[in-house]
C-alpha cells in the first residue's frame, strides 16, 4: 500500500488530548448525529454524506466554543478534515475517520463529566445521561451513584462498558490487510479513549502508541508485525477488562481525570492503503493508494500539495502515482473554506482534476495547467482578477492533452523527414556548406522528433501498463526542467552550423568578402534530364 495512514495519526491525536469539556451538549449531539448519519451513507451517496459533513462542521463551530481546551478542538478539526479528505477514497477509510472524530468527542465528554462530578455532581445529570448513552452504559445506575456521591463507582460503570467495547473490537480484528479489520481496530482505538488512563496503568501497560503502531502495520501491510501487536492489544484488553470485573468497594472522591498533557507523537515512515480502508465491502481486500496525509493538510493548501506531488511524478513519468495524487484533489479541496467552494468555477474545477485523474498519457504540463486553474479559482474567490493565459492554458490541456497530443506529436514527427529528405534530394550531400544547413535544420528538428516519437511511446505504454514504455517519456525535452540546456544547447549548435553553410554559399557566390576568380567560380552545369524539354542544376561543386 502506497498511502500514510491520517487514521493512525488521529489515533494518536485523540488518544493523547488534555482535560476537555463538552459544555453545549445540544451542540454536541448535533455533532455526534451529523458525524453518525455521514458514516452510514458513505460509500452510498456521496452528496449526502457531504452534507453530513457539512452539518458536523456546522455544529462544532457552536462546540468548539465552550470545549475550553485548544489543543482539543485544534485536534478535532484535524479529525474533521481528515474525514473530508477520506471521501475522495473509499467507504471504509472515511468511516474510520469517523470512528476516530467520535472517540475524540467521547474522550472529551468522559473528562468534562468526571470533573464535574468531582466539583457540582448536582450540575452532571444531563451530562451522565447523554454519556451513559454514548458507552451503553445503565443511566439509572450512574445518576443513583452519582447522587449518592460514589463518584468511584461512576466512573468504574463507564470504564467497564468502553473496555468491554474494546474488547470486542479487537476479537474480530484479524492479522490480514482488510478494511473490515482496519475498521474494527479503529473502532477499538476509540474506545480506548474513555479507559486509557486505567490501561496506562496496567503491567505491562496499555496505551496509545500501541493501537497507532497497529493501525500503521495493518495499513502497511506488516502482517509479521502485526500480529505480534494485535496479540499484546488483545493480552492488555484482557487485562483490561479483569481489572475492571471487580466492583469498587472503597468511597473515594476522584480527582478529574486528564491524559498527560502532550503533544500527540506523529507518524513518520507510514506507508498505509488507499482506506486502509480498502475495498468497498467491509472485510474486503486493501487496495493500495495514494495521498501521503500531513496534519493541517485538509483545505486550499491540500490541494496545492496534492498537485505538488502530482507533478513531480509526472515529471519523472510515474503516471500512476500522478493520476493517484489528482484523484484525492477534490476530497482534499472539499474542506476548504465555503468561499472558495461556493465560487463561480469551483464545480468546474472539481471536474477537471477528476478527468485529468483518469487520463492517460498525463504530461507535467496538464498537471501545471490544473495548477493555475486552482490559482484562478483563488483568485477568483478573493474577488482578484483571474490571469487570462491560465485560462487559455487550462483550455490547451483539456483539448489536446493524452492521446490526441500522443497522435499529433508522432504525425509532426514523421513530417520532420519531409524536408530533410528535400533538401538532400535538392542540393545533395558532397558541399559541405550544404550538410551543415541540412544539419542545422536536422537539430532544429531534433526536439520535435523527440517530443513525438516517446510522447507517442509513453502514451502507449501508460495504455498498456508497459512501464518500460511509459518511461520512454523522459527522452523528450518538455517533460522537465532538464530538457531546457538541452534544447538551448541544440539550438546554438544549429545557429552555428547554419551561420557557417551561408556564410560559405554567400562567399561562394560573391555576396561577400572578395569575388571568388573565375577558375575558382562554382560551374553551374546543365544536366540534360530524360525530358529534354527541361534542365536540373547540379549546386554539388567544391568551392
Known amino acids: 500500500m502506497k498511502r ?12 493523547c488530548v488534555g482535560q476537555a469539556g463538552a459544555q453545549d451538549l445540544g451542540a454536541y449531539q448535533a455533532l455526534t448525529r451529523a458525524l453518525d448519519a455521514a458514516a452510514q451513507s458513505s460509500g452510498h451517496d456521496a452528496v449526502r454524506t457531504l452534507s453530513y459533513l457539512d452539518a458536523a462542521q456546522q455544529a462544532f463551530g457552536r462546540l468548539s466554543p465552550s470545549l475550553g ?20 477514497r473509499t467507504p471504509a477509510e472515511l468511516q474510520a475517520q469517523l470512528l476516530l472524530a467520535r472517540g475524540l468527542l467521547r474522550k472529551a465528554l468522559y ?5 464535574v462530578l468531582a466539583t457540582s455532581p448536582e450540575n452532571a445529570t444531563e451530562r451522565l445521561s447523554l454519556l451513559a448513552l454514548e458507552v451503553g452504559a445503565d443511566p439509572q445506575a450512574l445518576v443513583a451513584d452519582a447522587r449518592a456521591g460514589k463518584v468511584n463507582l461512576v466512573t468504574w460503570r463507564l470504564q467497564k462498558a468502553a473496555a468491554e467495547k474494546v474488547g470486542a473490537s479487537l476479537a474480530q480484528v484479524q492479522p490480514r490487510q482488510t478494511s473490515g479489520n482496519y475498521l474494527n481496530l479503529a ?25 497507532q503502531d497497529a493501525l500503521s502495520q495493518l495499513a502497511a501491510g506488516n502482517t509479521v508485525a ?33 491524559s498527560p498533557a502532550q503533544s500527540a507523537p506523529k507518524v513518520t515512515g507510514v506507508k498505509p492503503s488507499g482506506g486502509a480502508a480498502g475495498g468497498g465491502a467491509a472485510g474486503g481486500p486493501v487496495v493500495g493508494g495514494g495521498l501521503s496525509h500531513v496534519p493541517g493538510a485538509g483545505g486550499l493548501n491540500g490541494a496545492y500539495a496534492a498537485l505538488g506531488r502530482a507533478l513531480s511524478a509526472a515529471g519523472h513519468a510515474d503516471m500512476v502515482k500522478a493520476r493517484r495524487q489528482l484523484a484525492t484533489v477534490p476530497g482534499v479541496l472539499a474542506t476548504a473554506p465555503a468561499g472558495l467552494r461556493h465560487a463561480a468555477g469551483y464545480d468546474a474545477f472539481t471536474g477537471h482534476a477528476q478527468a485529468l485523474a483518469a487520463r492517460q498519457g498525463l504530461r507535467p504540463a496538464d498537471v501545471q495547467a490544473l495548477t493555475a486553474e486552482l490559482g484562478a479559482l483563488e483568485s477568483r474567490a478573493a474577488g482578484r482578477p483571474v490571469s487570462v493565459l491560465d485560462t487559455l492554458s487550462g483550455r490547451a490541456s483539456r483539448l489536446f492533452g493524452g492521446g490526441l497530443r500522443a497522435v499529433l506529436g508522432l504525425l509532426l514527427a514523421l513530417a520532420c523527414a519531409a524536408p530533410l529528405y528535400l533538401l538532400n534530394l535538392a542540393f545533395g550531400n558532397r558541399n559541405p556548406f550544404w550538410r ?6 536536422a537539430l532544429l528538428l531534433l526536439p520535435t522528433v523527440l517530443e513525438g ?4 511511446l509513453g502514451w502507449v505504454g501508460d495504455l498498456t501498463g508497459a512501464a518500460f514504455l511509459r518511461s520512454l517519456t523522459n527522452l523528450t525535452l518538455l517533460q ?21 553553410g551561408f556564410r560559405g554559399l554567400c562567399i561562394q557566390f560573391g555576396l561577400l568578402g572578395t569575388r571568388p576568380s573565375q577558375k575558382n567560380k562554382t560551374k553551374i552545369s546543365p544536366v540534360v534530364a530524360v525530358n529534354p524539354d527541361h534542365t536540373s542544376l547540379d549546386w554539388d561543386e567544391e568551392v
Do not use: C, E
Open 226 to 258: 502485526l500480529t505480534t501487536s494485535l496479540s499484546r492489544l488483545k493480552t492488555g484488553a484482557g487485562a483490561l477488562n479483569r481489572a475492571l470485573a471487580t466492583v469498587p468497594t472503597a468511597h473515594m472522591s476522584v480527582a478529574p481525570v486528564a
Open 436 to 441: 551543415a544547413i541540412n544539419t542545422a535544420l
Open 111 to 115: 473528562d468534562q463529566t468526571v470533573t
Open 4 to 15: 500514510s495512514s491520517r487514521a493512525a495519526l488521529s489515533v494518536a491525536l485523540l488518544l
Open 453 to 456: 516519437v516517446f510522447g507517442f
Open 480 to 500: 522537465a526542467a532538464y530538457g531546457l540546456p538541452i534544447r538551448g544547447l541544440l539550438s546554438l549548435v544549429a545557429i552555428a552550423l547554419a551561420t557557417y
Open 69 to 88: 481546551s485548544s489543543q482539543i478542538v485544534s485536534d478535532m478539526r484535524d479529525a474533521l478534515d481528515a474525514a473530508r479528505a477520506a471521501q475522495s
Open 187 to 211: 473502532r477499538a482505538s476509540s474506545w480506548f479513549t474513555v479507559v486509557q488512563d486505567t490501561g496506562r496503568n496496567l503491567t505491562p501497560p496499555l496505551d496509545a502508541p500501541q493501537f
